[in-house]
């Protein structure tokens, strides 16, 4: 998949990696509540999610870090939320382009960037449906070696983002969750869906589908993954197929075949 990440230039990356640290200073500066419905002497509720992760296929390569705030309440509770994601990561292609008059000259292209989302959002308990819904900004930033002028994925941008996250039990064993997010910036998009089964009240495994796209084209995954939670995180690991062949077949770029993919995943809450 050719990567939209970034975070505008190496000086608007570190501003909104300076604003989103401050913002989590400032919120975990914040007294505990006293109606969080807790016995004295007993832990306090987490209020910050953190995660991180990475995923590679057989040209791509991403890794990305993000936390989450819940400035007025407990992170698993009903209310306002603050995220900061940032990310990184590299891709090749290859593609034809025209030389002077004569025939066209296939180019290896090499791309590396990174991304920044800056959120904020209100997660919604429903029964056994969880909600969470997310808008801000999103910034990026991706160069490309040599120079692809056919491609309109490069440089610096910035745009707006929305996500919407969702779970639902379906019974003590079975669940299912549903990510999507769309962003101006390249017309960005992203989706997953899972459905997972509890060998075990923490062990889950399952299938998983999902698509991402842009402006020059979508990719398409599936496979399935494994999942072991405990009280303050979880762990995930998701293997499969994927395929960019749409994402090339739009422009000159050449198609590639599908290629197996590996996504590991680390969340804690505190």
């Not at 989706?191 to 402006?215: C, H, K, M, V």
Request: charged content about 15%; hydrophobic content about 40%.
């Amino acid at each position: 998949m050719r990567c939209v990440r970034g975070c505008g230039g190496a000086a608007i990356w570190r501003a909104i990696v300076a604003i989103g640290l401050a913002i989590v200073s400032a919120t975990a500066t914040l007294p505990a509540h006293a109606d969080d419905g807790l016995a004295s002497g007993e832990a306090s509720q987490p209020h910050f999610e953190i995660w991180s992760g990475g995923q590679a296929y057989t040209h791509v390569w991403s890794l990305y870090s993000g936390a989450t705030v819940a400035p007025f309440g407990g992170i698993q509770d009903d209310g306002w939320r603050l995220r900061l994601v940032a990310g990184h990561g590299a891709d090749q292609y290859s593609g034809p382009r025209s030389v002077g008059a004569g025939p066209p000259v296939v180019y290896e292209f090499k791309g590396t960037g990174s991304f920044a989302d800056l959120l904020l959002g209100y997660h919604r308990q429903i029964g056994v449906v969880t909600l969470k819904v997310y808008a801000g900004v999103s910034f990026a930033d991706r160069e490309v070696t040599p120079s692809d002028p056919e491609s309109v994925i490069h440089g610096t941008g910035i745009g707006g983002k929305v996500a919407l996250e969702t779970w639902w039990n379906l019974s003590d064993h079975a669940w299912t969750s549903v990510d999507i997010a769309w962003g101006s910036l390249y017309r960005s998009y992203s989706g997953r869906a899972r459905l997972g089964w509890r060998l075990t009240p923490a062990l889950s495994l399952g299938l998983e589908a999902g698509a991402a796209g842009n402006l020059e084209g979508d990719v398409a995954h599936a496979g399935g993954f494994i999942r072991y939670e405990w009280t303050a995180g979880e762990m995930s690991a998701s293997a499969g197929a994927t395929s960019d062949g749409l994402l090339y077949g739009i422009g000159p770029s050449l198609a590639r075949s599908a290629t197996p993919f590996v996504t590991v995943n680390w969340l804690s809450r505190f």
